[in-house]
């Protein structure tokens, strides 16, 4: 039976190590093929890390490495405090978890450091958030800097009515640092069917009131930003500013239009759903990453099928499960994990139970985001038939 020296000197032998100064230089390039993984413990991990280094400590490599690094395929680098731990891991994967291409970096970080290279020093959390988002710290797509993104981030609610409600719910559980709510209207009865931000006790009171006591209910941590007012060309400009996600819950074309032509002049992503009846849409608006709503709808649809003119029926459910897809893709966008749903419309039928996902391509010609963003006048915004004439059109 081999010393535990005598093993880790074997697989040395068998694995490949790598310099630190060829990571540095790896890290310092321009290229992205490759994963460095910090197999160390979380305190470690938190202490301080090579930049960009995702983390799978050795303990839950088997489990949780795949998360990290899906292509098996892909140049591996992984390091520990001194290259031990680094190596046997690095002879797991290899061996094991059939990943073809893995190194150990030699004299793990404590060498890195010696060296003088830099090191991130993540901000950390405070045990009570520790204990609140471990089950997102759990995951290799969040984890604590996903978490700490989300803390950082801010995230506008537009509307705290059918779709605003469970996302201001869910986002702030989630730990988003800011959840700015726009909404000019006060709880009513009928709206308790679906808006589950509001309650029997708060009728008649503030919607954006409402959402901050269920917002701070979940976690005080979240600071509430509240906009009592209609989003309109005079305040959207200030309104919006500064937030890194905009979450549309709108119930009307015209504003859909002038919240684009904001968001794309000034480049924030907007995550959009509607509801009618049983049936949702969805998709992500990333300006110059992928189309903008005024590429997907040139023309406002005919006005008679506009919801906001009137009371349409919607199933109280709906709202949730595309507030909930809508919450999925600001997380996604925030920590930039997965795919989002750019340049893609979702649809789903609740009656059917089923999704189907639209391709939609960028407008070349595109009125607004064709265009040097800075050219876009404010005269230009939301520019669209008058709303007054355009319900009443609808009859
Ligand atoms: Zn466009």
Redesign the pocket.
């Given at each position: 039976m081999p010393s535990g020296a005598e093993l880790i000197r074997k697989i040395k032998e068998q694995i490949t190590e790598v310099d630190p100064r060829e990571v540095h230089d790896l890290i310092g390039g321009t290229g992205n093929g490759y994963v460095i993984v910090d197999v160390r413990e979380q305190h470690e991990f938190e202490e301080s890390h090579l930049p960009g280094a995702v983390h799978v400590p050795r303990g839950h490599l088997e489990s949780r490495i795949e998360g990290a690094a899906p292509d098996k395929s892909q140049r591996v680098i992984a390091y520990c405090a001194s290259g031990n731990r680094s190596a046997l891991a690095a002879n797991t994967m290899l061996r094991e978890l059939g990943y073809e291409n893995v190194e150990s970096m030699t004299g793990g970080i404590t060498l890195w450091k010696d060296r003088g290279y830099e090191v991130d020093v993540p901000k950390s959390l405070t045990p009570e958030q520790r204990e609140r988002y471990s089950r997102h710290l759990l995951i290799p797509e969040i984890g604590l800097e996903g978490q700490q993104k989300l803390l950082d981030a801010k995230v506008l609610l537009l509307g705290a009515g059918g779709l605003g409600s469970p996302s201001a719910l869910y986002l702030a559980a989630a730990g988003v640092g800011t959840l700015g709510v726009v909404d000019n209207d006060v709880v009513d009865l009928s709206n308790l069917q679906r808006q589950v931000a509001h309650s029997n006790d708060r009728i008649g009171v503030p919607k954006v009131d409402s959402a901050e006591i269920a917002i701070k209910e979940i976690n005080p941590d979240v600071k509430v930003v509240k906009y009592q007012t209609r989003l309109d060309a005079s305040n959207i400009m200030e309104i919006v500013t500064g937030y890194d996600v905009i979450v549309d819950g709108l119930d009307n074309f015209p504003t859909r239009y002038l919240l684009?032509d904001a968001s794309?002049r000034l480049g924030i992503p907007v995550v959009s759903a509607s509801i009618l009846g049983f049936d949702g849409q969805l998709s992500v608006?990333k300006p110059h990453d992928g189309?903008?709503?005024?590429?997907?709808y040139p023309t406002p649809p005919p006005a008679e099928l506009a919801p906001s003119c009137g009371a349409n029926g919607v199933l109280g459910v709906l709202p949730g499960t595309m507030g909930l897809l809508q919450s999925t893709e600001v997380i996604k966008l925030i920590v930039g994990s997965g795919d989002p749903l750019v340049g893609r419309l979702l649809l789903y039928d609740a009656l059917a139970a089923s999704f189907t996902e639209l391709k939609v391509r960028?407008?070349p010609d595109?009125?607004?985001?064709?265009r040097d963003p800075s050219e876009i006048s404010d005269e230009e915004m939301g520019v669209f038939p008058d709303y007054e004439l355009f319900c009443a059109a609808a009859g």
């Open positions: 684009n794309v608006f189309p903008c709503y005024r590429c997907l960028r407008d595109c009125p607004i985001c064709s």
